[in-house]
């Protein structure tokens, strides 16, 4: 069952938000604000949680703060990867969550925190039992990303591509699964208490398989995404209600993110939408289907 909604992903990084188009985030936070009403209209006490800010950055939450849209969130969200990307130690961890709590004084999730297989096995193993030590009794959610490795053949979110160099090719690695299937080392040190995220593309022939493995590890929570360009395309509505049916025994945490090309003031899923209005009535139109009248709040950690 849906118990939570993400308001956008990493909208303070330009492979997902081109905030060059919107250098103040003025457009991202009237957007955000008319879509978290819209969802509040529907669904009250449904927990909405600000998308996973990537790089944790305390400036662009202020900026956010002064136009109201941590009023209208009851949590923030972070994505982390200090042993591939960030400029930064994995045992600054606790720091990172503690700036953002004070901050904005609302409880923290890390919806996105992982270690690829680039470079070696046992640097993921070693990445996630040392996440699991910093991050547990620290953030109310703890998503690990991923479960499977991208297939080889897919493409990943950025910008420059194959140009990024061993910085784009980490994407392919982040699972604790491989594309082939089979499970890597550190499978055998995952907690379940930390959750997964897994987004699954638009009629993706893993979704069964996930499920599957996601029983066989026993995680509950699970994070994913629901895409507003994908929900244009044709069949959509199928795809997203099959998918949502088998996750139904978890308790996910959706993400609402990417503009449709057709709608966006560029033909790109970054693009600040031409009416931000229109988002909105997607996010509402989402938790009307997916999530059920009476869903109440998330309850905080002790």
Not at 174 to 203: C, N, S, V, Y
Not at 228 to 244: C, G, N, S, T
Not at 292 to 299: E, R, Y
Request: glycine share 6%; proline share 7%; hydrophobic share 40%.
């Amino acid at each position: 069952m849906v118990e939570a909604v993400k308001i956008w992903n990493e909208p303070n990084n330009l492979s997902h938000w081109d905030f060059l188009m919107d250098p103040e985030w003025r457009e991202f936070s009237d957007m955000a604000l008319l879509a978290s009403q819209a969802m509040r209209d529907v669904r009250p006490g449904l927990t909405q949680v600000l998308g996973g800010i990537s790089p944790i950055d305390p400036q662009f939450l202020r900026r956010l703060a002064a136009f109201g849209v941590l009023d209208a969130v009851d949590a923030v969200a972070v994505h982390g990867f200090p042993l591939d990307w960030n400029h930064w130690m994995i045992d600054e961890w606790p720091d990172k969550v503690r700036e953002v709590a004070e901050l904005t004084g609302k409880p923290v999730w890390v919806t996105e925190v992982g270690v690829s297989t680039f470079g070696a096995y046992e640097v993921q193993s070693f990445g996630l039992k040392r996440t699991a030590e910093l991050l547990r009794g620290k953030a109310e959610r703890i998503f690990w990303y991923s479960l499977f490795d991208l297939p080889p053949a897919w493409e990943a979110t950025t910008r420059h591509k194959e140009s990024e160099g061993s910085s784009y090719y980490r994407h392919f690695h982040m699972g604790l699964i491989r594309a082939d299937g089979t499970p890597k080392p550190a499978l055998e040190h995952f907690d379940p208490e930390l959750g997964i995220a897994q987004w699954f593309h638009f009629e993706d022939h893993r979704l069964e398989l996930a499920v599957e493995w996601l029983r066989k590890i026993g995680v509950r929570k699970l994070r994913t995404g629901i895409s507003w360009a994908d929900w244009h395309r044709p069949e959509a509505v199928r795809w997203f209600d099959r998918q949502m049916e088998a996750l139904e025994e978890f308790d996910v945490t959706v993400t609402l993110c990417f503009t449709p090309p057709s709608r966006g003031k560029r033909p790109c899923h970054t693009s600040p939408p031409v009416d931000p209005g229109e988002f909105a009535h997607f996010a509402a139109q989402v938790v009307d289907r997916y999530v059920p009248a009476g869903a109440g709040t998330v309850k905080r950690c002790a």
